[in-house]
C-alpha cells in the first residue's frame, strides 16, 4: 500500500506561485509514476503533469511554461511549483502514484487533495 500526503495548497492571487508536494509513505524510486491531477467544481478530474521513475515529464497543454514537476527521491517527494497562476487554476489538486507488481499488474494510489484556490 501506498500512501500520499498533499500540501502546500492555498488562497493566492492571480499571477502569483505556490508550490504543491507531494509525500510517498514507499520510496518513490519505486513508483513508475508520479502525477498531479486537479477537479474543479462541476468538472471532471483532469491530469495537470506527470513524471516517470525515470524523469520523463508530460504536461496537460494548458499548464505549459507555467508549472514544472520535480522529485526529490531522498525525500520520497514529488512537487509541482506553479506559477503565473489564473483563477481558472482553481481546484482541488490531487496527487497520483502509479505501479506494478512482478506480474505487471497496474496498481494507482491517490492523494487526499489539497484545496488551490486562485482570486481574480
Known amino acids: 500500500q501506498v500512501q500520499l500526503v498533499e500540501s502546500g495548497g492555498d488562497l493566492v492571487q492571480a499571477g502569483g506561485s505556490l508550490r504543491l508536494s507531494c509525500a510517498a509513505s514507499?520510496?518513490?524510486?519505486?513508483?513508475?509514476?508520479m502525477g498531479w491531477y486537479r477537479q474543479a467544481p462541476g468538472k471532471q478530474r483532469e491530469l495537470v503533469a506527470s513524471?516517470?521513475?525515470?524523469?520523463?515529464?508530460n504536461f496537460a497543454a494548458f499548464v505549459k511554461g507555467r508549472f514544472t514537476i520535480s522529485r526529490d527521491n531522498a525525500k520520497n517527494t514529488v512537487y509541482l511549483q506553479m506559477n503565473s497562476l489564473k483563477p481558472e487554476d482553481t481546484a482541488v489538486y490531487y496527487c497520483?502514484?502509479?505501479?506494478?507488481?512482478?506480474?505487471?499488474?497496474?496498481?494507482?494510489?491517490w492523494g487526499q487533495g489539497t484545496q488551490v484556490t486562485v482570486s481574480s
Open positions: 514507499v520510496s518513490i524510486v519505486s513508483l513508475n509514476v
Open positions: 513524471i516517470t521513475s525515470g524523469g520523463h515529464t
Open positions: 497520483k502514484a502509479s505501479r506494478s507488481d512482478v506480474a505487471r499488474r497496474p496498481y494507482d494510489y
